[in-house]
C-alpha cells in the first residue's frame, strides 16, 4: 500500500489506482486518464529579470607614456668624507723602557735603579717607564709590594722611595718569558709615541747564556728568547728598538750583538760584571743631556741612536769604580764580524798543526773577565795576527780582518786602566771545548766559530819552558775577585 497521506490529511497525494479501486472500476488502466507521462512539462521558473548590463567605457586612445626627464648635467655629489682618524698622541723625541727584574738577590738594586732614574724623570722630550718586579718575599724597601708594577717616572728627589705614579699593577709576572717582555715593549710604544725607543734590561747577565733570572720560576731568559721577545715586539709595533742597554754583567759579546742585530740598532753592554747598582742613571739620563735634548729640538735637530749611545757610554768614565767597562756597538755591521770570523775559520782549519797549537797557547794566555773563557775579541785576534811564530801569513790576515771588523762595529768603550784589553766586545774562546747550549745560539749557527774551537781544543799547545805555572786558588787570589770594587763575596752585580 502506498501511504495516502503523511501527517495533514488534508494535503492528499493523488494516486490514480487507489480511486479507481474505491469507485469499483474493474480494469483502472482503461479509464480515460491522462497519464503522468503524458502530462505538458511544468514551465521552467522564472528568473528574476536580468539587470541591465554595464555600458561599456568609450573607446578611448590610451594615454601617451611620461616623456623622459630631460638629462642632467648636473655631476653627482661626491660622498661624504670619512671622518678623520683621531689625532694620535703627540710624540717624544725618546721613550726609554727599563724592564727590571727584581725576583731575586737583586732586588734592592733595581728598586735604587727607579729611585736614582727619578732624579731626573721624564721631560718634554723623553718618556721614561719602568717595568719592577719584586720576590714574592721583598723587602721593606719603598713599600713591600710583591708583583710586577708599571711606573711612569717622575722628577723626584726623595732618595728613598719610588713616588712616581702606578700606572698598573701586573701581579705576579715571569720577567724571564719572552713574551712578558715583549708585553711591555709593545705597551710602551704603542702608549708613548716617540721617534727613538731605548730599551734597558736590568738584572743578571751571563753573556751568550743569557739573563734575567727569575727565583719564584727557576729560569732565566736565554739569548735565543730575548731575541724573540724583541722579534716579537717589532711584529706588533712595526718599530725597531733603536738601543737595547744591558744593565746586567758580562753582555758586551759578539754572540750577543750578532743574536740581536735583526731587531735593535745599537746595543750599550760591559764586558766585565757591574757592581750591584750598575748604571747611574742620574747621569745617563742626566739634566745636562735633557738641556742639550731640548736645545737640539729648538733647532729642529734630533740627537741620533748613535749619537745617545756614545753619551750613555760616555758616563762609564767617571763610574769606572763600580762601572769598569762600557761599550756601545752598532748591531748593522754583526754580519761583517761574522764574515771575517768564517774566513778566519776556514783559513784555521787548513793550517798546519803548529800553527793551530799556537792560536791555543795565545787563546788560553789572553786575559778574560768574571768567566775566564770570555776573550776580548780585539785583543785576542790582534795577538794572533803578530804573533811571529805562526808561519801561516794567510791566517795572520785573516785574524787581522776580524780585528778590523769588530772595531767598526764598536762606536764607544770606555773602560779602566785595570781593563786596559777590555775593547768593547768579548768572544766566548774556550781551549778545552765548547758547552753543549753553545750550539743554539745564532752566531754558533751561522759562524765557523764554534768549528774553531774544536779544531782548537783538539790541538796541541807548544810548551813554553819559561811560562811560568799560573795557579788560582778561587776566589782569593783571583785578580777579579781581589778588586775591591765588588765588595762583599756574594753580592755581585750580574
Known amino acids: 500500500m502506498y501511504a495516502s497521506s503523511v501527517g495533514d490529511t488534508s494535503k492528499a497525494i493523488y494516486n490514480p489506482f487507489s480511486q479507481a479501486i474505491s469507485k469499483g472500476e474493474e480494469n483502472p488502466v482503461q479509464r480515460d486518464t491522462v497519464r503522468i507521462g503524458d502530462q505538458d512539462p511544468a514551465p521552467p521558473p522564472q528568473m528574476p529579470p536580468n539587470r541591465p548590463p554595464v555600458p561599456e567605457p568609450p573607446n578611448t586612445p590610451p594615454e601617451p607614456p611620461a616623456p623622459e626627464p630631460p638629462p642632467n648635467n648636473t655631476p653627482p655629489e661626491p660622498p661624504a668624507p670619512e671622518p678623520p682618524p683621531p689625532p694620535e698622541p703627540p710624540k717624544t723625541k725618546w721613550t726609554v723602557l727599563m724592564y727590571l727584574a727584581g725576583d731575586n738577590n737583586l732586588e734592592d738594586a733595581l728598586v735604587q735603579n727607579v729611585i736614582d732614574a727619578e732624579k731626573v724623570g721624564s721631560g718634554p722630550t723623553m718618556n721614561v717607564l719602568v717595568q719592577l718586579d719584586r720576590g714574592p718575599r721583598p723587602s721593606g724597601m719603598s713599600g713591600a709590594w710583591p708583583n710586577a708594577r708599571r711606573f711612569f717616572i717622575q722628577k723626584d728627589n726623595d732618595d728613598k722611595n719610588i713616588n712616581s705614579p702606578v700606572l698598573e699593577d701586573l701581579g705576579k709576572v715571569n720577567m724571564s718569558d719572552p713574551k712578558v717582555f715583549a708585553d711591555f715593549i709593545e705597551w710602551g710604544i704603542k702608549n708613548y709615541p716617540s721617534e727613538n725607543v731605548m730599551v734597558i734590561m736590568g738584572d743578571h747577565g751571563a753573556g751568550w747564556e743569557g739573563g734575567m733570572a727569575n727565583d719564584s720560576s727557576g729560569g732565566d731568559m736565554s739569548l735565543p728568547q730575548m731575541r724573540e721577545g724583541l722579534a716579537l715586539a717589532q711584529e706588533r709595533t712595526g718599530k725597531k728598538v733603536d738601543i737595547l742597554g744591558f744593565d746586567a754583567c758580562l753582555m758586551a759579546m759578539t754572540e750577543v750583538g750578532y743574536e740581536l742585530k735583526d731587531n735593535v740598532g745599537y746595543m750599550i753592554a760591559a764586558q766585565e760584571t757591574e757592581g750591584a747598582y750598575g748604571w747611574h742613571y742620574g747621569e745617563v739620563f742626566s739634566e745636562k743631556m735633557l738641556g742639550e735634548l731640548k736645545k737640539l729640538t729648538e733647532k729642529k735637530l734630533n740627537v741620533s741612536p748613535s749619537e745617545f749611545a756614545k753619551k750613555a757610554v760616555d758616563t762609564a768614565s767617571h763610574h769606572q769604580n763600580v762601572l769598569p767597562t762600557l761599550s756601545a756597538a752598532d748591531l748593522g755591521k754583526m754580519g761583517e764580524v761574522r764574515d771575517a770570523f768564517n774566513q778566519f775559520a776556514d783559513t784555521l782549519e787548513a793550517a798546519s798543526g803548529s800553527d793551530k797549537g799556537q792560536v791555543k797557547s795565545i787563546l788560553r794566555k789572553a786575559k778574560g773577565f768574571a768567566y775566564s773563557s770570555y776573550k ?119
Open 376 to 494: 776580548d775579541t780585539i785583543d785576542v785576534f790582534s795577538k794572533i795576527a803578530q804573533e811571529q811564530k805562526i808561519e801561516n801569513v794567510d791566517l795572520k790576515a785573516k785574524a787581522q780582518a776580524v780585528v778590523d771588523a769588530t772595531q767598526t762595529s764598536i762606536i764607544a768603550n770606555e773602560s779602566s786602566p785595570r781593563y786596559s784589553y777590555a775593547h768593547g766586545l768579548s768572544i766566548y774562546a774556550p781551549t778545552y771545548g765548547t758547552s753543549s747550549g753553545y750550539g743554539k745560539i745564532a752566531f754558533a749557527q751561522d759562524s765557523k766559530w764554534d768549528e774553531s774551537l774544536k779544531t782548537v781544543s783538539s790541538a796541541s799547545e807548544p810548551k813554553d819552558p819559561n811560562e811560568p805555572a799560573t795557579t788560582y786558588s778561587f776566589p782569593e787570589d783571583n785578580p777579579w775577585w781581589n778588586n775591591n770594587m765588588y765588595g762583599d763575596f756574594g753580592y755581585v752585580g750580574g
